[in-house]
């Protein structure tokens, strides 16, 4: 069995090695610096954009509770309907499809398959 051996470095050849590796050292030094400088500064700039979005949610909130407001309507009865409609659509999804009626036409899936059918003869 041979073992790899490594020749013996100069004294001269060491100072080299080690300039070398002090050079690198401090170049991922500098590199993980600027890196972390990056990283704070997109941080910081996306935690900005996000509280504007916030602030503009807001206000957008605020001005369609005014425009509601100014209708005569009130967010409960909105949110009420929206239940409602939300429950329909749920319903409608789970019916049977050769059941439920085309809301467009009121004619069931069915008769459609069946007008394709006779199309295709």
Request: avoid cysteine; proline fraction near 3%; glycine fraction near 4%.
């Amino acid at each position: 069995m041979t073992t790899a051996t490594t020749p013996p470095v100069s004294p001269h050849n060491r100072a080299n090695i080690d300039g070398k590796e002090q050079d690198l050292t401090s170049y991922i030094k500098d590199m993980l610096s600027e890196m972390e400088t990056d990283f704070d500064q997109m941080g910081n700039s996306l935690l900005t954009r996000m509280h504007r979005m916030g602030r503009k949610m807001d206000q957008l909130e605020r001005n369609i509770d005014d425009l509601m407001h100014d209708a005569g309507l009130d967010r409960s009865a909105v949110n009420n309907h929206n239940n409602n409609n939300d429950h329909d659509t749920k319903m409608m999804s789970l019916s049977s499809p050769t059941t439920r009626n085309d809301q467009t036409t009121g004619v069931t899936n069915n008769q459609n398959n069946d007008n394709n059918d006779k199309s295709v003869l």
